[in-house]
Nanobody, 122 residues
Framework: VQLQASGGGWVQAGGSLRLACVGS????????MGWFRQAPGKEREFVAG????????YADSVKGRFTVARDNSEKMVFHLQMNSLKPADTAVYYC????????????????WGRGTLVTVSS
């Protein structure tokens, strides 16, 4: 199982970025897919996730600004649309997958993609 995240970059505060995560090696149809981030000197934290059923979950800090979606034609692709970005959103973003429902506990995920850096300037 491999995950590949992409779409990070530099953006000014108030701007938008769209991250993508592509999975390979097996079907993710029954997997929960999560996005996490880790800022320098901070712990990895849950950002958003989507279950195989399509139910979505968000950290309070990103509700109303971020949207996670899954490409139903290919359940191995999912996205994180990030709007109204703030400097506090600056971090390395990771996508992860776990069999079963998503969890905010990053330790419960078995499969991780390489992170993609998001930098938001003020």
């Amino acid at each position: 199982v491999q995950l590949q995240a992409s779409g990070g970059g530099w953006v000014q505060a108030g701007g938008s970025l769209r991250l993508a995560c592509v999975g390979s090696g097996r079907s993710f149809a029954t997997y929960g897919m999560g996005w996490f981030r880790q800022a320098p000197g901070k712990e990895r934290e849950f950002v958003a996730g989507i279950n195989w059923s399509g139910n979505t979950y968000y950290a309070d800090s990103v509700k109303g600004r971020f949207t996670v979606a899954r490409d139903n034609s290919e359940k191995m692709v999912f996205h994180l649309q990030m709007n109204s970005l703030k400097p506090a959103d600056t971090a390395v973003y990771y996508c992860a997958a776990r069999e079963g429902p998503i969890s905010a506990d990053w330790n419960s995920y078995d499969n991780w993609g390489r992170g993609t850096l998001v930098t938001v300037s003020s």
